[in-house]
């Protein structure tokens, strides 16, 4: 006879207990950036992967909207209503008639202002954690509304995978890629301030020498089709890339130091400073990472695999 099923287990005081949610990092395998548009942002045409670096966030009922952050920068991080967690738990609440008071516990592994949009990924983590919290039983979908009012990368980082971002990046569309790719990671010292990479690009356009452009992505589309990674690595590109550059010259080095370690090719992630490398397997991913790590070119090195799910109750 099989067992009868478990209740749940309550705290004594009859609130809910602490929701725990995991939400990863993400890469850009392609950004080409189109013009500026009159809300500020620019139009976008991007391929997301979401990949094995994670944030964890914790929510709970409290008195007030309370906020503690540790881990990977975390005296970066704000802790007050600029967050981009409690931006979302405001927003959420708004949305549905219930009250913000929450403490959220956010424990940082994504490097902050590094181009893997931690903060994103704090605020689409907030969003799953409120919404299990409060019982909302709102649809992946519909948190993407709100998420896309918080930020570009934000409804991204609730789906994870890989992923075409259209509009400012907002927009998605799922991509096909089932190989598990193995990446490194250049984590570099102090952040870059996305806002300030598109200014620069904006300001290298107007020169006597803008730099190049991204083609279309049909070429990257169909190399993440393909089970070898060495095609995937010729067509990665990032219209960001010369801009962070210019705002931080040892890019470059960094960029050249992971391709003489052995990668088989590499860019700067998004708005920057870490940059990602392409290895073959986890093992070639290990020794790219060590021979980088001699080098001396950066922070710290990690590796990572991806595609990964986005933001999960753990
Ligand atoms: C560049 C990308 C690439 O994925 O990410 P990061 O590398 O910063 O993580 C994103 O486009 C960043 O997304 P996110 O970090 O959510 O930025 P947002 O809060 O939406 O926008 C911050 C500011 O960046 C500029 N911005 C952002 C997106 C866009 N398509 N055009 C822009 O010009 C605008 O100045 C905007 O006010
Ligand atoms: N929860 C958060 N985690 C990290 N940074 C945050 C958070 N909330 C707000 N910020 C602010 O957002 C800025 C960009 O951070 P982040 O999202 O990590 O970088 P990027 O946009 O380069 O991916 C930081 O400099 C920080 O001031």
Request: hydrophobic share 45%.
């Amino acid at each position: 006879m099989p067992e009868p099923e478990a209740e749940p287990i309550r705290p004594l005081s009859g609130l809910p207990g602490p929701i725990r949610v995991r939400v990863p990092a993400k890469i850009n395998l392609h950004l080409a950036v189109g013009p500026l548009r009159d809300d500020g942002f620019h139009e976008l045409t991007t391929v997301y992967q979401a990949i094995s670096l994670y944030d964890q966030l914790t929510a709970e009922p409290a008195p007030a909207l309370e906020l503690a952050v540790t881990g990977e920068g975390a005296d970066d991080v704000p802790l007050d209503g600029s967050n981009l967690a409690a931006r979302a738990v405001y927003a959420l609440a708004e949305a549905t008639g219930r009250s913000p008071n929450v403490r959220l516990t956010m424990r940082k592994g994504i490097p902050v202002a590094g181009g893997m949009a931690g903060g994103s990924a704090d605020a689409a983590a907030a969003l799953v954690a409120c919404d299990a919290l409060w019982g909302t039983g709102l649809t992946r979908d519909e948190l993407a509304e709100t998420a896309a009012e918080l930020g570009s990368d934000v409804p991204f980082a609730l789906y994870g995978g890989t992923a075409l971002g259209t509009g400012h990046g907002e927009v998605l569309s799922p991509v096909l890629a089932r190989t598990q790719r193995h990446w490194v990671i250049a984590l570099a010292d102090g952040g870059l301030s996305t806002p300030t990479v598109f200014a620069e690009l904006d300001r290298l356009r107007g020169t006597g020498r803008p730099p190049p452009r991204t083609a279309g992505h049909d070429a990257l589309l169909r190399a993440l089709r393909d089970s070898e990674s060495a095609p995937l690595a010729k067509v990665i590109t990032n219209d960001l890339q010369p801009a962070a550059i210019s705002l931080r010259p040892a890019l470059r080095r960094t960029l050249a130091a992971g391709v003489e370690s052995g990668a088989l090719g590499g860019a700067v992630s998004g708005s920057g400073p870490t940059c990602v490398f392409l290895a073959e397997d986890r093992e070639h991913a290990i020794r790219v990472a060590a021979g980088l790590a001699g080098l001396g070119v950066c922070r710290t090195v990690r590796t990572a695999h991806g595609p990964v799910p986005g933001a999960r109750v753990i």
